[in-house]
Protein backbone atom coordinates (compact mmCIF):
# COMPACT_ATOMS: atom_id res chain seq x y z
CA UNK A 1 0.00 0.00 0.00
CA UNK A 2 1.20 3.50 -0.55
CA UNK A 3 2.44 5.56 2.51
CA UNK A 4 3.95 8.98 3.69
CA UNK A 5 6.79 8.53 5.77
CA UNK A 6 9.97 10.10 7.08
CA UNK A 7 13.10 8.16 7.90
CA UNK A 8 15.44 11.32 9.44
CA UNK A 9 13.90 13.75 12.10
CA UNK A 10 14.57 17.25 11.99
CA UNK A 11 14.78 18.09 8.19
CA UNK A 12 13.81 21.30 7.14
CA UNK A 13 9.74 20.97 5.68
CA UNK A 14 11.16 22.11 2.64
CA UNK A 15 13.67 19.03 1.95
CA UNK A 16 11.76 16.83 -0.42
CA UNK A 17 12.97 13.76 2.01
CA UNK A 18 11.35 15.58 5.18
CA UNK A 19 8.12 13.37 4.01
CA UNK A 20 8.02 10.87 0.99
CA UNK A 21 6.18 8.01 -0.39
CA UNK A 22 7.40 4.62 0.22
CA UNK A 23 5.29 1.63 -0.70
CA UNK A 24 4.66 -0.94 2.61
CA UNK A 25 3.22 -4.04 3.77
CA UNK A 26 -0.98 -3.59 4.36
CA UNK A 27 -1.18 -4.05 8.24
CA UNK A 28 -3.32 -6.95 9.70
CA UNK A 29 -5.72 -6.85 12.79
CA UNK A 30 -5.00 -7.68 16.26
CA UNK A 31 -7.68 -9.05 18.44
CA UNK A 32 -9.35 -5.55 18.93
CA UNK A 33 -8.13 -3.80 15.78
CA UNK A 34 -10.17 -2.73 13.31
CA UNK A 35 -8.36 -2.17 9.45
CA UNK A 36 -9.74 0.98 8.00
CA UNK A 37 -9.11 1.78 4.11
CA UNK A 38 -8.37 5.28 4.89
CA UNK A 39 -10.57 8.06 2.85
CA UNK A 40 -9.40 11.51 4.79
CA UNK A 41 -6.64 12.87 6.50
CA UNK A 42 -5.77 15.53 8.81
CA UNK A 43 -2.35 17.29 10.07
CA UNK A 44 -1.82 18.43 13.55
CA UNK A 45 0.92 20.01 15.21
CA UNK A 46 1.90 16.69 16.86
CA UNK A 47 2.54 15.85 13.34
CA UNK A 48 5.13 18.48 13.03
CA UNK A 49 6.59 17.49 16.68
CA UNK A 50 7.08 14.06 16.21
CA UNK A 51 8.84 14.33 12.66
CA UNK A 52 11.55 17.16 14.07
CA UNK A 53 12.06 15.70 17.25
CA UNK A 54 11.54 11.91 17.26
CA UNK A 55 14.61 9.35 15.82
CA UNK A 56 13.33 6.68 13.88
CA UNK A 57 15.36 3.63 12.59
CA UNK A 58 13.11 2.61 10.18
CA UNK A 59 10.26 4.67 7.75
CA UNK A 60 7.65 6.05 9.97
CA UNK A 61 4.52 6.71 9.42
CA UNK A 62 2.75 9.79 10.81
CA UNK A 63 -1.04 11.52 11.23
CA UNK A 64 -3.23 10.83 13.77
CA UNK A 65 -6.57 11.82 12.84
CA UNK A 66 -8.60 9.79 10.23
CA UNK A 67 -11.72 8.82 8.80
CA UNK A 68 -12.59 5.41 6.76
CA UNK A 69 -14.74 2.08 6.05
CA UNK A 70 -13.61 -0.63 8.06
CA UNK A 71 -12.44 -3.66 5.65
CA UNK A 72 -11.63 -5.93 8.04
CA UNK A 73 -11.93 -6.65 12.32
CA UNK A 74 -10.44 -8.56 14.96
CA UNK A 75 -11.65 -11.61 16.74
CA UNK A 76 -12.83 -9.95 20.40
CA UNK A 77 -14.36 -6.31 18.18
CA UNK A 78 -17.63 -6.11 19.16
CA UNK A 79 -17.88 -2.07 18.78
CA UNK A 80 -17.75 -2.58 15.11
CA UNK A 81 -18.56 -4.32 11.94
CA UNK A 82 -17.14 -4.35 8.07
CA UNK A 83 -18.18 -1.58 6.09
CA UNK A 84 -19.00 0.88 9.35
CA UNK A 85 -17.39 4.38 8.87
CA UNK A 86 -15.23 5.82 11.38
CA UNK A 87 -13.10 8.33 12.86
CA UNK A 88 -10.67 8.57 14.70
CA UNK A 89 -7.26 9.76 16.33
CA UNK A 90 -5.33 6.74 16.64
CA UNK A 91 -1.91 5.64 18.83
CA UNK A 92 1.11 7.48 19.03
CA UNK A 93 3.09 4.26 19.06
CA UNK A 94 1.87 2.71 16.06
CA UNK A 95 1.80 3.52 12.61
CA UNK A 96 -0.72 6.76 11.45
CA UNK A 97 -2.73 7.80 9.28
CA UNK A 98 -0.64 8.91 6.53
CA UNK A 99 -1.68 5.39 4.67
CA UNK A 100 -4.36 3.46 2.42
CA UNK A 101 -5.09 1.49 5.20
CA UNK A 102 -4.53 1.76 8.95
CA UNK A 103 -5.30 -0.05 12.03
CA UNK A 104 -6.73 1.55 14.68
CA UNK A 105 -8.38 -0.30 18.14
CA UNK A 106 -12.12 -0.26 18.66
CA UNK A 107 -11.89 1.70 21.66
CA UNK A 108 -10.70 4.87 20.62
CA UNK A 109 -12.21 4.38 17.53
CA UNK A 110 -15.95 6.02 16.82
CA UNK A 111 -18.70 6.39 13.81
CA UNK A 112 -18.42 9.17 11.90
CA UNK A 113 -21.09 12.08 11.69
CA UNK A 114 -23.21 10.90 9.22
CA UNK A 115 -24.10 14.88 7.97
CA UNK A 116 -20.35 15.46 7.35
CA UNK A 117 -18.25 14.35 4.10
CA UNK A 118 -14.65 12.32 4.45
CA UNK A 119 -12.39 15.73 4.66
CA UNK A 120 -14.66 17.57 6.86
CA UNK A 121 -15.02 14.64 9.33
CA UNK A 122 -11.45 13.72 9.43
CA UNK A 123 -10.63 17.34 11.05
CA UNK A 124 -12.29 16.34 14.52
CA UNK A 125 -10.99 13.14 16.26
CA UNK A 126 -8.03 14.52 18.22
CA UNK A 127 -8.83 17.74 18.87
CA UNK A 128 -12.36 17.07 20.12
CA UNK A 129 -10.98 14.33 22.42
CA UNK A 130 -8.26 16.79 23.65
CA UNK A 131 -10.87 19.46 23.95
CA UNK A 132 -13.32 17.23 25.83
CA UNK A 133 -10.84 15.71 28.02
CA UNK A 134 -9.57 18.99 28.88
CA UNK A 135 -12.78 20.26 30.02
CA UNK A 136 -14.57 17.68 31.14
CA UNK A 137 -11.83 15.19 32.57
CA UNK A 138 -9.05 17.59 33.80
CA UNK A 139 -10.74 20.75 34.60
CA UNK A 140 -13.79 18.68 35.18
CA UNK A 141 -16.10 21.79 34.49
CA UNK A 142 -19.74 20.90 34.97
CA UNK A 143 -22.69 21.87 32.86
CA UNK A 144 -24.37 24.27 35.58
CA UNK A 145 -20.78 26.14 36.04
CA UNK A 146 -21.31 29.99 35.53
CA UNK A 147 -17.71 30.55 35.99
CA UNK A 148 -15.41 32.41 33.30
CA UNK A 149 -12.97 30.24 31.22
CA UNK A 150 -9.54 31.66 29.25
CA UNK A 151 -8.73 29.79 25.89
CA UNK A 152 -4.79 31.02 25.17
CA UNK A 153 -4.80 29.99 21.66
CA UNK A 154 -8.82 29.57 20.67
CA UNK A 155 -8.25 29.74 16.94
CA UNK A 156 -6.46 26.41 16.58
CA UNK A 157 -7.40 22.82 16.24
CA UNK A 158 -8.37 22.11 19.59
CA UNK A 159 -8.71 25.90 20.38
CA UNK A 160 -11.97 25.55 17.90
CA UNK A 161 -13.57 22.51 19.16
CA UNK A 162 -13.18 23.42 22.83
CA UNK A 163 -14.49 27.28 22.12
CA UNK A 164 -17.89 25.12 20.65
CA UNK A 165 -18.07 22.75 23.33
CA UNK A 166 -17.75 25.85 26.14
CA UNK A 167 -20.38 27.70 24.66
CA UNK A 168 -22.85 24.66 23.72
CA UNK A 169 -22.28 22.31 26.65
CA UNK A 170 -21.88 24.56 30.06
CA UNK A 171 -22.90 28.16 31.13
CA UNK A 172 -19.32 29.19 31.49
CA UNK A 173 -18.66 32.47 29.77
CA UNK A 174 -16.00 31.66 27.21
CA UNK A 175 -13.23 34.05 26.65
CA UNK A 176 -10.59 33.43 23.46
CA UNK A 177 -7.37 34.83 22.47
CA UNK A 178 -6.87 36.01 19.03
CA UNK A 179 -4.40 38.33 17.21
CA UNK A 180 -5.38 38.64 14.27
CA UNK A 181 -8.87 39.83 12.39
CA UNK A 182 -9.89 36.90 10.95
CA UNK A 183 -9.00 34.62 13.99
CA UNK A 184 -10.99 37.01 15.86
CA UNK A 185 -13.68 36.32 13.66
CA UNK A 186 -13.39 32.55 13.57
CA UNK A 187 -13.49 32.27 17.08
CA UNK A 188 -16.62 35.05 17.86
CA UNK A 189 -18.55 32.73 14.41
CA UNK A 190 -17.86 29.37 17.14
CA UNK A 191 -19.27 31.16 20.03
CA UNK A 192 -16.92 32.96 22.38
CA UNK A 193 -18.71 35.74 24.43
CA UNK A 194 -14.93 37.90 24.47
CA UNK A 195 -12.05 37.80 22.26
CA UNK A 196 -8.48 39.35 24.21
CA UNK A 197 -5.62 39.95 21.76
CA UNK A 198 -2.83 37.62 23.47
CA UNK A 199 0.36 40.14 21.93
CA UNK A 200 -1.57 42.85 25.18
CA UNK A 201 -1.35 42.48 28.60
CA UNK A 202 -4.26 40.22 29.45
CA UNK A 203 -5.08 41.63 33.06
CA UNK A 204 -5.98 45.04 31.88
CA UNK A 205 -8.31 43.32 28.47
CA UNK A 206 -10.24 41.28 30.87
CA UNK A 207 -10.53 43.85 33.19
CA UNK A 208 -12.48 45.62 30.83
CA UNK A 209 -14.38 43.24 29.81
CA UNK A 210 -16.09 42.62 33.32
CA UNK A 211 -13.47 39.25 34.01
CA UNK A 212 -10.78 40.35 35.81
CA UNK A 213 -10.04 37.25 37.33
CA UNK A 214 -11.08 33.63 35.69
CA UNK A 215 -11.58 30.52 37.27
CA UNK A 216 -10.80 28.16 35.03
CA UNK A 217 -7.88 28.66 32.44
CA UNK A 218 -7.22 26.51 29.08
CA UNK A 219 -3.52 27.24 27.54
CA UNK A 220 -3.07 25.87 24.36
CA UNK A 221 0.19 27.10 22.85
CA UNK A 222 3.12 29.29 24.10
CA UNK A 223 2.58 28.36 27.81
CA UNK A 224 5.89 29.95 29.14
CA UNK A 225 5.50 33.16 27.46
CA UNK A 226 2.33 33.52 28.73
CA UNK A 227 2.56 32.37 32.99
CA UNK A 228 2.68 34.62 34.54
CA UNK A 229 0.45 36.39 32.87
CA UNK A 230 -1.87 33.45 34.22
CA UNK A 231 -0.94 33.36 37.01
CA UNK A 232 -2.15 37.14 37.95
CA UNK A 233 -5.68 36.20 36.28
CA UNK A 234 -6.38 33.08 37.95
CA UNK A 235 -8.82 33.22 40.62
CA UNK A 236 -8.33 31.75 44.03
CA UNK A 237 -8.75 28.03 43.49
CA UNK A 238 -8.86 28.26 40.05
CA UNK A 239 -7.73 25.48 37.69
CA UNK A 240 -5.02 25.74 34.89
CA UNK A 241 -4.78 23.42 32.13
CA UNK A 242 -2.29 22.74 29.47
CA UNK A 243 -1.16 20.89 26.56
CA UNK A 244 1.57 22.06 25.01
CA UNK A 245 5.41 21.68 25.59
CA UNK A 246 6.98 24.63 27.87
CA UNK A 247 10.68 23.24 28.38
CA UNK A 248 10.48 23.86 31.75
CA UNK A 249 7.27 25.29 34.68
CA UNK A 250 8.16 26.52 37.86
CA UNK A 251 4.83 25.72 39.60
CA UNK A 252 5.64 27.42 42.97
CA UNK A 253 3.91 30.67 42.16
CA UNK A 254 0.43 28.49 42.15
CA UNK A 255 0.72 27.97 45.60
CA UNK A 256 -0.09 31.10 47.00
CA UNK A 257 -3.67 31.59 44.92
CA UNK A 258 -4.14 27.66 45.66
CA UNK A 259 -4.48 26.91 41.65
CA UNK A 260 -4.49 23.76 40.42
CA UNK A 261 -2.34 22.52 37.47
CA UNK A 262 -3.75 19.51 34.60
CA UNK A 263 -2.36 18.33 32.22
CA UNK A 264 -3.81 17.19 29.11
CA UNK A 265 -2.48 14.50 26.82
CA UNK A 266 -5.04 13.03 24.16
CA UNK A 267 -2.58 9.91 23.81
CA UNK A 268 -2.22 9.00 27.71
CA UNK A 269 -5.07 6.69 27.68
CA UNK A 270 -4.28 4.48 24.90
CA UNK A 271 -0.20 4.86 25.49
CA UNK A 272 -0.65 3.06 28.95
CA UNK A 273 -3.69 1.25 27.99
CA UNK A 274 -5.69 2.53 30.89
CA UNK A 275 -9.07 0.70 32.31
CA UNK A 276 -11.22 3.33 30.75
CA UNK A 277 -9.48 3.54 27.39
CA UNK A 278 -13.09 3.05 26.12
CA UNK A 279 -14.07 6.48 27.13
CA UNK A 280 -12.01 7.69 23.87
CA UNK A 281 -14.88 5.75 21.83
CA UNK A 282 -17.59 7.18 24.14
CA UNK A 283 -16.33 10.47 23.32
CA UNK A 284 -15.99 10.21 19.90
CA UNK A 285 -19.83 9.11 19.63
CA UNK A 286 -21.03 11.95 21.62
CA UNK A 287 -19.28 13.89 19.14
CA UNK A 288 -20.66 12.40 16.15
CA UNK A 289 -24.26 12.91 17.78
CA UNK A 290 -23.11 16.28 18.48
CA UNK A 291 -22.28 17.26 14.96
CA UNK A 292 -25.17 15.46 13.37
CA UNK A 293 -27.79 17.49 15.66
CA UNK A 294 -25.90 20.72 14.80
CA UNK A 295 -24.87 21.77 18.15
CA UNK A 296 -21.35 21.49 17.09
CA UNK A 297 -19.54 21.75 13.65
CA UNK A 298 -16.64 20.72 11.56
CA UNK A 299 -13.56 22.48 12.34
CA UNK A 300 -11.91 21.77 9.06
CA UNK A 301 -10.09 25.25 8.00
CA UNK A 302 -8.20 24.09 4.54
CA UNK A 303 -8.07 21.85 2.38
CA UNK A 304 -4.93 20.59 0.69
CA UNK A 305 -5.80 18.61 -2.13
CA UNK A 306 -5.01 14.78 -2.08
CA UNK A 307 -2.99 12.79 0.68
CA UNK A 308 0.81 12.88 -1.30
CA UNK A 309 3.89 13.70 0.16
CA UNK A 310 4.26 17.25 -1.56
CA UNK A 311 0.61 18.18 -0.25
CA UNK A 312 1.21 17.01 3.43
CA UNK A 313 4.61 18.80 3.47
CA UNK A 314 2.87 22.06 2.54
CA UNK A 315 0.46 21.69 5.21
CA UNK A 316 3.60 20.74 7.73
CA UNK A 317 4.80 23.68 6.44
CA UNK A 318 1.75 26.51 7.41
CA UNK A 319 1.62 24.65 10.31
CA UNK A 320 4.75 25.52 11.68
CA UNK A 321 4.69 28.76 10.22
CA UNK A 322 2.01 29.55 13.16
CA UNK A 323 -0.83 30.80 11.17
CA UNK A 324 -3.36 27.79 9.99
CA UNK A 325 -6.79 28.66 11.57
CA UNK A 326 -8.70 25.49 12.29
CA UNK A 327 -7.26 22.13 11.11
CA UNK A 328 -5.59 21.37 7.60
CA UNK A 329 -7.36 18.23 5.87
CA UNK A 330 -6.72 15.91 3.17
CA UNK A 331 -8.82 13.44 0.99
CA UNK A 332 -8.12 10.54 -1.45
CA UNK A 333 -5.02 9.08 -2.73
Known amino acids: MKAIVYSQNGLPISDENALYELDVAQPQPGARDLLVKIHAIAVNPVDTKVRNGAPTDKPRILGWDAVGVVEAVGEEVTLFQPGDEVFYAGDITRAGSYAEYGLVDERIAGHKPRTLNDADAAALPLTSLTAWELLFDRLEVQADDNAALLI ?38 LGAHHVVNHQQPLGEQLAAI ?40 DV ?13 LMFTRSLFQTRDMQRQH ?27 AAN ?15 KIVLSGF
Request: proline content about 5%.
Open 152 to 189: IGAGGGVGSILTQLARKLTNLTVIATASRPETEDWVRS
Open 210 to 249: GHPQVRYVASLTHTDSYYPQLVDVLAPQGKLALIDDPETL
Open 252 to 264: VPLKRKAISLHWE
Open 282 to 308: DILERVSQLVDDQTLQTTAGEHHGTIN
Open 312 to 326: LRKAHALIESGRARG
